[in-house]
């Protein structure tokens, strides 16, 4: 089973409010990634980390905050975002980290709009 | 540092007629290549990868990749497209630098198959 699952599939949210993005997989995997994407862009990266641990933050602004509570679960938490945070939102993991030729499986993304 | 460029932006075809979409690669080290396919509103889906077993590298849903070390290439083919086809297809690269393991995204390539 290579399934990646995300929830929730869809999420509106105003400018105060504080969400939770939840991702989860039971591949043994030790590697688990946050992109976000907008319509017509490749995904970019956001947060990796590697055997629950935050190893790459890129930048991202602190309105955004991941959590890792156990090997199998990633969490996006989300507080007083903007307009333009609105987007897909897709989690991935892959079995080790930092070994290039590993294969990241993505999940299906939570769709994003901040009002 | 590694990169990768995807000619074109947007490729139609009829049902029927040969896919071919681009993608070359700029990388310091030797590549790790991968080909996903996005359908709408969905999250990402591995076609192929090469990790330098084979040159020739077959994927799911009839696509093969060729691996051109000359060329610096690694064009996405398909003999026959079909109306589920019709996709984007982001080509990557494994990143050989400081954060091995993460993938460097082209730009995409929104694929239409025409009846």
């Known amino acids: 089973d290579t399934e990646v699952t995300q929830t929730p599939k869809h999420l509106v949210m105003g400018m105060t409010n504080k969400k939770s993005l939840k991702c989860e997989q039971h591949?043994?995997?030790?590697?688990m990634y946050w992109y976000k994407q907008k319509a017509k862009k490749p995904p970019e990266l956001m947060f990796v980390?590697?055997?629950?641990?935050?190893?790459i933050n890129e930048s991202v602004p602190s309105r955004f905050s991941p959590e890792c509570p156990n090997s199998s679960l990633l969490n996006l938490h989300l507080h007083a975002l903007q307009p333009e945070d609105s987007a897909l939102y897709l989690c991935a993991s892959s079995q080790a980290p930092g070994r290039r030729q590993e294969t990241q499986y993505f999940g299906p993304g939570t769709r994003l709009l901040v009002l | 540092a590694q990169s990768v460029t995807q000619l074109g932006s947007h490729v139609s075809v009829s049902e029927g007629a040969l896919v071919l979409l681009r993608c070359n690669y700029s990388?310091?080290?030797?590549?790790?290549l991968f080909w996903y396919v996005q359908y709408p509103n969905q999250g990402l889906q591995l076609l192929l990868k090469y990790t330098s077993a084979a040159t020739l590298v077959k994927g799911i849903n009839g696509f093969e990749a060729e691996f051109k070390k000359s060329e610096t290439s690694f064009h996405l083919t398909k003999p026959s497209a079909h109306m589920s086809d019709a996709a984007e297809y982001f080509c990557a690269v494994s990143d050989g630098g400081g954060s091995q393991g993460n993938l460097i995204f082209g730009k995409g390539t929104k694929l239409s198959v025409k009846p």
């Open positions: 591949m043994g995997h030790r590697a």
């Open positions: 990388s310091s080290v030797p590549p790790y």
């Open positions: 980390y590697s055997y629950e641990k935050l190893s």
